[in-house]
């Protein structure tokens, strides 16, 4: 079944549903995917209880506040997301960086510092939505694999070393190593011995969970997803076991600290501070966040689609992760973004659609109203376990090396994002990871391959003189350049060809050979001309082959062709060819046959 | 006479000889050259003494200041330039960069705004040094021709309108169009005739002596080339006229303003001023002026270096203009480039080697030191009227609408860089050129060209299936990528595979055809990690062909060959015959033989 086919460039779609992508899959519900949809949301609403109120903790905020991010943001995302399975909410990497922004206006437990976190959201929110009406989704390539690897690691340890002050049960701050692990080691023989054991407790057993509770639930016969989904839901039991502990043994004597109470309410609905210095300290953070966010969410959001052949719609994305973040701002809550294992829980446990989020939302908010009470025991050390056992599975220990192996200049890309991150803080491992990677990249665009190429023997084809054994004619010389000619080259291709003919006085005929070229900017044009102008001034004709058909459609809109001083070839090889007999101007038909001939290319 | 030949790949150069041009040409040098030298020299000299107290004068410095900056940077780019006839000096662009930036920090006229002159030619020369030495010249290539010609075009209109005032004989400031043109008509109800009259006489004559005298010298018989240097000469038949005027007719009793006394002195010899405060405010000037200075010195020296079938060497330039630069700021100077119409008379009038530089250099000194007392009476409006007829040159109002004709992103860059220059001044101009620029490239970068390929029936080419009838089938899609893959289109990649995959159920194979791809980096190789752990999700093997040989022995370092679901081939039309049998994992021998005569394939 042979089909001579054309694909539609684009499918046509009701615009209202490019924006609302619920009017689409709302349309289809039904109660099958109900039912999956509420199985899913109970799974994950157990997983993110204390995973928000983890969060929080280490944002530096009061607990419920990772409980409110963790409401209306789902549902905003719900709304205007186009991921059926991504969960939305506070994540450890950007809880980290709300904390560095935030701990720069302002002391962690002041009101001020809480405002901070809301105008965060609210700005990383405006930027995100901007971006998405905008389609500017394309700057967050800015963030190259390497880099963004690099900052998660590093962030990684960040985050476990500042929870080790909980475990320890002694107070610490800073948001780089040098600042965390100095506060560390002063209030180092302050350590609760009792808070130390339960936060060792935790996380061993929270590690058992991780790597021995799977292989022995599917010892014991359960199949493979329950077993997995049950093991997700290890935070649960650790919580409950130590909340028992705590109000049984009475361990708040002991000088274990708990979360304390959280008031039992919805999420307070009210508007950011207006504040414009502030808002202006905190702009950049907040755009560093919406970028990590939108980079670190798509991702998942992506992986998941393409398990089931569906697809993300990218600047959709920027907008529901931005809805999401405006309903973090308006809501008490602080920064969210779509998160890894929340998601993959959401999936494995079966959500069709962002309906399963809605009811998520529903189930965290049941628990905001009737759970807190019982999580006010709740030791701060096994939240603190929590966290380091998720962050420390975001440490990357393999990818520097096998970066290393593939690309250098990538590499260095990713060492330097770690250390400055490392040492200076979140913020200027970001920047300085994107201004590296952009200037390496902008330095390999202004120096693209290129070659001199001959005729390999008896054949076509034209090789580079310096790999192969190829013909080449001292008054002809043919440069293949394998980029298409931009700003950043322009220069180099003057540069370039000028280095060529220098000091070649036999040099009559120059080929530029445009096969791999696929754009010519104006600024490239120029130096074409220049080059065209400067050859000829030099007694030196240049000619073209081989130029693509969109490349030479444009090419005509300019005035080169005309000052062109030789042809445009449509091969190389007819270019040798027809080039190779034209030595001097005044040739006559008969000369150039006997030059032809005696040159043995007929 | 074929010749199989290797070109060296760079000639090895006495490293001495690379960072001293002087070396190389000083070997050579005898008396004829020395004749053409000295005669280029003195032409050279007569035109630059009014031009250089003319750039002075836009420049908000004194007089004096324009010579100094004519004579040890001469010198010291002869000792380190690579240019055989480049002419460094004070220029139109530079000297108003200048202006905007003193004006900023200090008040005209005051030593304060002498002092950051000097700090600005500091600043620039030790910026352009470090870049010499650490090859840093690509940076250069962020100004693309659209943004350079549109920034020149803008500081053109900006230059002559600040010298209105000098020919009204009024005050004004500004260094945007919107505060001079404020300044100009507040203040012109106090123009003076007498100056009024002289400078519309200066410039009738100067653009006189630059449209009509050339033809008619030519029509008197001169040939040429002395036709041309007479009519660069024409200033000072201008400087001298007035001169006279102003003593005979005592002018200076009817309002009109004279240059004044300038020191007969050579250069004086200090260091410009340490102020941590001022160097960090100046900074990003400095950073400015040094590129821009640079851009246009380096385009000057190729153009003339291509006459002659020199090369000159970009990084070493860096190293002769940051040289002068330096020069400048400890004697008495501000900052230089090589300007394009004294490059232009000395290579014209001869100049072999940069001697004739330095023997310039001597000619200044003497004219600092013997005919300043004659300056003093020069109407400083003659000057101003000089400084409008030459950078009147440089508004260059073809190349937009060339360019508009050409590409509608240059044309946008361009027409955002003149705006803001005019608006908001030449600093913000070039920015916003450079970071528009930069954002245009990045976001083209990020969506390259690709196009979903089928067989042109009866050929073994593959060509794009929205623009010719070819064939497709319906279990195997082939995708042609046009670019490099890079961090920047790495997730386009993905959302484009994904996307021409959606809703295909009877796909089974997909061909990436990797022919125009000549680099494949650490992120896009995750991407296309990530792309075949997403097909093989979805049941569908991934598979290339006409893979480079170089991005074939990186992809070698890596584990995406051994991961990789499906085949490399050699080539797309292998890939296809190979491919079109294999419709299930399941097919026997027999049953793919018999489709593959179904098909008529064979």
Chains 1, 2 share one sequence.
């Not at 459609?553 to 080169?560: A, E």
């Not at 091969?571 to 027809?578: G, L, N, R, Y």
Request: overall charge neutral; charged content about 15%.
């Amino acid at each position: 079944m042979i089909t001579t086919q054309k694909i539609e460039a684009g499918k046509s779609r009701l615009s209202l549903a490019r924006y609302f992508p619920i009017l689409d899959w709302g349309a289809r519900y039904n109660r099958d995917i109900l039912t999956s949809d509420l199985v899913a949301a109970l799974i994950v609403t157990i997983m993110l209880i204390p995973q928000s109120l983890a969060y929080a903790l280490l944002a530096g905020l009061p607990a419920q506040v990772g409980l409110y991010a963790s409401i209306l943001p789902i549902l905003a995302y719900a709304i205007f997301g186009t991921s059926s399975t991504l969960a939305v909410g506070p994540v450890a990497v950007i809880s980290l960086m709300t904390a560095a922004a935030a701990g720069q206006v302002a002391a962690q437990g002041s009101p001020e510092y809480i405002a901070a976190a809301l105008i965060l959201a609210l700005l990383s929110g405006a930027t995100l939505m901007v971006m998405g009406l905008l389609k500017l989704g394309f700057l967050a390539n800015l963030l190259s694999h390497p880099v963004v690897s690099g900052f998660i690691s590093a962030s990684g340890i960040i985050i476990a070393t500042s929870q080790f002050k909980h475990i320890l049960g002694i107070s610490a701050s800073g948001e780089s190593m040098p600042r965390l692990l100095d506060t560390l080691y002063a209030n180092i023989l302050d350590l609760n011995v009792t808070t130390l054991i339960i936060g060792l407790a935790s996380m061993a057993f929270l590690f058992w969970v991780r790597k021995g509770l799977k292989p022995l639930l599917i010892g014991l016969g359960l199949s493979q997803r329950p077993a997995d989904l049950i093991a997700k839901a290890g935070p649960v039991v650790a919580v409950i076991i130590s909340i028992l502990a705590v109000v049984i043994l009475d361990l708040a004597e002991y000088g274990v600290k708990t979360v304390g109470i959280i008031p039992t309410s919805l999420p307070p609905i009210s508007a950011p501070m207006f504040d414009a210095q502030l808002w202006q300290e905190l702009a950049i953070p907040a755009l560093l966040i919406s970028i990590i966010g939108f980079v670190e969410s798509v991702s998942v959001a992506q992986t998941l689609a393409a398990k089931r052949r569906q697809r993300i719609d990218p600047d959709q994305e920027l907008i529901g992760l931005g809805s999401a973040n405006l309903a973090a701002a308006f809501s008490g809550g602080y920064p969210v973004t779509g998160g890894f294992a929340r998601s993959v829980v959401n999936f494995d446990a079966g959500a069709e659609t962002p309906a399963a989020g809605a009811f998520t939302a529903v189930g965290i908010a049941l628990a905001a109203l009737f759970l807190t009470p019982f999580l006010a025991s709740l030791p701060i050390a096994v939240l603190a376990a929590t966290i380091i056992v998720a962050v420390l599975s975001l440490v990357d220990l393999k990818t520097p090396f096998i970066i290393w192996r593939y690309s250098k200049s990538d590499f260095s890309a990713m060492a330097a994002t770690i250390l400055i991150t490392l040492i200076l803080g979140v913020e200027s491992g970001v920047i300085a990871g994107v201004l590296l990677s952009l200037a390496l990249f902008l330095w390999r665009s202004s120096r693209p391959h290129a070659a001199v190429v001959g005729r390999v023997p008896g054949t076509e084809h034209f090789r580079n003189i310096e790999r192969h054994k190829v013909i080449t004619l001292p008054h002809l010389l043919m440069i293949r350049i394998d980029e298409s000619l931009t700003y950043l080259n322009a220069r180099w291709l003057e540069e370039y060809v000028l280095e060529k003919i220098a000091g070649r006085d036999e040099l009559r005929h120059v080929v530029l050979m445009c096969s791999a070229i696929n754009a010519i900017d104006a600024s490239a044009l120029e130096s074409l001309e220049a080059i065209n102008h400067r050859l000829s001034d030099a007694g030196i004709t240049l000619h073209l082959s081989e130029v693509k058909g969109p490349v030479m459609d444009r090419l005509k809109r300019s005035t080169f062709l005309d000052d062109l001083t030789g042809d445009i070839f449509l091969s190389q090889d007819k270019a040798f060819a027809d080039l190779a007999v034209r030595t001097e101007d005044g040739d006559s038909p008969q000369q150039t046959g006997d030059i032809w001939q005696a040159r043995g290319l007929i």
